[in-house]
């Protein structure tokens, strides 16, 4: 599919200033306040393209030069089971995943393909480059299979307890080398290990938060669901490990205002994280801008009791100008919390309400949609986006015989950097 590059500019929140994309560039040049850059789009009021486009439907607010094949967009619909038994009048459901009646079948069954599908149309073909990607679990699923497909070169970071994550219906090209972080470790040794990778010359982050292709990607949740109301939600609800698609939607919502066609508002975002591993909801509580201090022994056996690993970031972009604390702040938000048994019963009543299975994330995420109701958090005729980042697979896994994608090569949770260059070298 042939599409004209996205007009934009380059907007530091940190300073004000304005400035061209000289390719792919994840900070201000030459500013060193932590702050995040946003992407200012020529085109203010978005033509949403017909379903076809996948997730280039939203191109105008993407910062692409290029279309991917295989993409689907999130799509809406307003909720009539899970409504009823929570007894709201206006609670839409904004969902990502594999659910071929609702027109949607992401083949890894996670909103991570909006990042991914963002991210690899930014990227220039002829840098010569290979990606880096560090992740829990379902962004490296969804960087593996737009990466296989579109033939761009893709190094993987993944904690070993999470490969059971990297499953496929069909083979991975060899352009993507998967490696892993030895048992034991977490996010934030993947995380570790691809800087590392990007020490050398030939490998290029792929940024996480502060590439504003990936928000933009995830943002695109939020556009679906002001496209289909026609207008922008009350309350935003959503399970955060990094955070980032919060800060999209928030993004997103600004975006939609300047638009003038969905309203003035500003929806509350009501992010939850997974118990016992909360950093966000502690800092937040604590009115701080900074992350608390925690021991990272004892944060990694915390990680290991979360039914939802994937909300397991131990260094969120919460602080930084533009990041969640300043999303959360400017839309009056709130962190809250749900353990795994809450998590667990809430998946299941959303399979039982509204007919598909979902993430543990997501369960975490409507958890605290019925906490919120239950405490009167929300009214209940208010306009409620449930973002449903994940879905289908436990449907998609029956439809489906799985191959998993093994890693070239376990490293130490400290590696020695000489040996990690060396090894990485010779995958490529």
Partial sequence: MQITPTKYKLLSLASGKQFDDTGWLLEAPGETTPGLIRAIYTQKQIDVKSLDHGLYRFADWLPIQKALKGSYAPITYKSEGLAQHLGLSNLYITFSGYWPEKGIEMPTCSFKETESYSVCGRKDDHDGKVLVVASAGNTARAFARVCSDNNIPLLLCVPEDNLNAMWFDKPINDNVKLVASKSGGDYFDAIHLSNLAVQMEMFVAEGGAKNVARRDGMGTTTLSAAHFIGEIPEYYFQAVGSGTGAVA???????????????????????????PFHPIYDAWKAGSRQMLDFDDAEARKQVEEMAAKVLSNRRPPYPPIGGLFDALTDTDGDVLLAGNKEAADAAALFEETEGIDIHPAAGVATASLIQAVNENMVEKDAIIMLNITGGGEARFARENELIYLKPEIIFDLDPDVEVVHQRLKELF
């Fill in 249 to 275: 939607a928030w993004e997103a919502n600004l975006r939609l205002i300047e638009d003038g066609r969905f309203g003035t508002r500003k929806m509350k975002l009501m992010v939850s994280q997974n118990k």
